[in-house]
């Protein structure tokens, strides 16, 4: 390697830090305008013309703020575990395109590449937890870790689906054999599961179980204040624009568009847009959602999520090995994603809809009652 590729490698990581940080910075005011609207707030407007300047504010402020350390933490582990979390958050980016040319690196085996780093960011919940030396840190850290193990799976299972379509790991392939048709038509029940199991994995709302201050006093991150705690602020955007990301390469497109040009900056602001458009749907989430309880979180995912991720599995299997068209393939997904849902609904409605019903019992009878004494 020359040292002209050496400056190439490392311009484009400073290029791609400069990326992520400025990124991070749009989302955290994205997101207080969008909840703001929903919840007919204003949201930032004090700091900088409509509160654009607020994120820049609140890295400072994070910068400067005093970081404490519990006296009976373990120093390296607490040292150690923000930089666990931070860094398969910044190496996944490396083979992650935004367009066929704009890359760090584009791998062959890149979406084996992304599974394998970002599952190591559950090593540096447990870490958090168990350095702080606090008895809700640690709780929150195994809740964190039996969170994220549990929906690694139908994250995994519905990426090797994607992966079956063009029999390639390499995501510049997946994005070109989509021209014709998104993955998100073949397989909407894929995109279902992977989008809400990557909500999970991210930690936001309806699935902030492990750092959810009513119950564990802020999760792992309890003992952390200042930059430290930034870090995990920090990681936490950076994952979710990943995988908003990944949900536009794998289901819906990439770059690709019919009536666009081949070009690779038009392609990498299309990309940009829709992955924004997909990270909106997930504050939306964050504005509409309760948060689950642990047991109702649990049952998401080793009971909902996964039997429907190998169902996934088991028709793109199905549909490949016999070459059927690919309509057969979309009604199929569509109709068990239809089913899976008005089920779901029905379930979790269920304690709603029986206090209506007994409230609508009880006014009946109170009128035949009323009715009877009068005649």
């Known amino acids: ?59 400072l402020k994070l910068l400067v ?24 958050s910044f190496v996944v980016w490396v083979t992650i395109p935004l367009a066929g040319e704009v890359v760090v690196r584009n791998m062959d085996l890149g979406l084996f590449f992304i599974v394998a780093f970002s599952v190591l960011a559950i090593v540096g919940m447990v870490m958090a937890g168990w350095g702080s030396a606090n008895k809700y840190a640690i709780l929150g850290g195994l809740r964190a870790a039996a969170q994220l193990i549990s929906y690694e799976i139908p994250i995994i299972m519905a990426v090797i689906a994607v992966i079956m379509l063009p029999q390639s790991m390499n995501l510049v392939t997946i994005v070109d054999d989509q021209r014709t048709i998104p993955y998100a038509v073949l397989q909407p029940l894929g995109l279902a599961i992977f989008l809400l199991a990557g909500v999970a994995e991210v930690g936001r709302t309806p699935f902030d179980i492990y750092f959810a201050e009513s119950e564990v006093m802020g999760g792992p991150f309890i003992e952390y204040s200042g930059a ?20 536009v390469l794998l289901f819906l497109g990439g770059w690709s568009f019919p009536l666009m040009p081949e070009s690779a900056w038009l392609g990498f602001l299309w990309v940009v847009v829709k992955a924004y458009l997909v990270v909106f749907v997930i504050f939306w989430f964050r504005g509409t959602f309760p948060r689950l309880r642990i047991d109702q979180l649990m049952s998401v995912g080793w009971k909902i999520l996964i039997p429907l991720s190998f169902v996934n599995f088991g028709l793109t299997a199905f549909y490949k090995f016999y ?53």
């Open 228 to 247: 430290h705690w930034a870090v995990f602020f920090l990681s936490e955007y950076i994952n979710t624009f990943t995988i908003a990301v990944l949900v």
């Open 65 to 88: 703020k005093e970081d404490l350390v519990p006296a009976l933490a373990d120093k390296l582990l607490f040292w150690l575990a923000p930089m666990v979390v931070f860094v398969p």
């Open 323 to 375: 070459e059927l068209p690919w309509w057969a393939l979309t009604v199929s997904s569509l109709a068990i994603t239809v089913a899976a849902g008005y089920g779901l609904y029905r379930r979790w409605t269920w304690p709603a809809r029986a206090t209506a019903e007994e409230r609508l019992a009880r006014a009946r009878a109170y009128r035949r009652a009323e009715v009877t004494d009068a005649g």
């Open 1 to 59: 390697m020359t040292a002209r590729d050496i400056a190439l490698i490392i311009l484009q990581l400073t290029v791609l830090v400069t990326g992520l940080i400025t990124v991070v910075l749009s989302l955290t005011w994205l997101e207080r305008k969008a909840l703001g609207r929903l919840q007919r707030r204003m949201g930032p407007m004090v700091v900088g013309p409509h509160g654009l300047l607020q994120p820049a504010a609140d890295a």
